[in-house]
């Protein structure tokens, strides 16, 4: 019987504890304030948009045999010169913009076109306006614009360095590709 008045004790004490719990818990919830927030946003999609705005000849004109065009996606210019003679130099000005609301930095400068050979002879080089040179990891904030400088220069050569070989000179046909990615 003892055994029995034990078990009943602890059934009473474990009720009231529950009792007393479901009390605070309900006592509380009717003494707190709902808090309730309302609002508005908008969320505006990224968009992601670099590309060549634009391009303008700025030396040796004359030389091209195709001028510099840049392709439908906005991101290649193909161009081909006709470097005949030494110190022939051709040069133009792109424009990359960044109508995109994601801010870009420079991944790598890629220029196609030019033999191991023709670049014995030929310097082709790709800096911004200034002079300086273009480098991963170059910023292009959202809505910026920053002007690329392409030079092509058959340079003098040493006597004893020319080639016999005719197809190292004349007609070049070239690319410019600067790739951009996510800041």
Not at 2 to 17: P, S, V
Not at 88 to 103: C, H, K, P, R, T
Request: hydrophobic share 40%; proline share 2%; with cysteine.
């Amino acid at each position: 019987m003892k055994a029995k008045k034990t078990i009943r004790k602890r059934y009473i004490i474990l009720f009231i504890i529950l009792f007393l719990l479901l009390s605070v818990t309900v006592g509380y919830s009717t003494v707190t304030t709902n808090l309730i927030i309302k609002g508005i946003t908008n969320i505006r999609g990224n968009d992601w948009d670099i590309h060549f705005s634009s391009v303008k000849v700025t030396a040796g004109e004359e030389l091209a045999s195709l001028p510099p065009r840049i392709d439908n996606t906005g991101t290649i210019i193909d161009f081909a010169v006709d470097l005949a003679n030494q110190d022939d130099y051709y040069e133009f000005v792109v424009e990359v913009y960044n109508a995109g609301i994601i801010d870009a930095k420079v991944s790598d400068c890629i220029k196609l076109g030019l033999s191991a050979e023709q670049e014995d002879y030929i310097s082709y080089d790709v800096s911004y306006v200034d002079g300086t040179p273009i480098t991963p990891g170059d910023v292009l904030e959202a809505g910026d614009k920053v002007k690329i400088k392409v030079s092509i220069k058959y340079y003098q050569l040493i006597l004893a360095d020319v080639s016999t070989d005719d197809s190292l000179f004349g007609e070049v046909k070239l690319s410019l590709k600067v790739n951009y990615v996510q800041r």
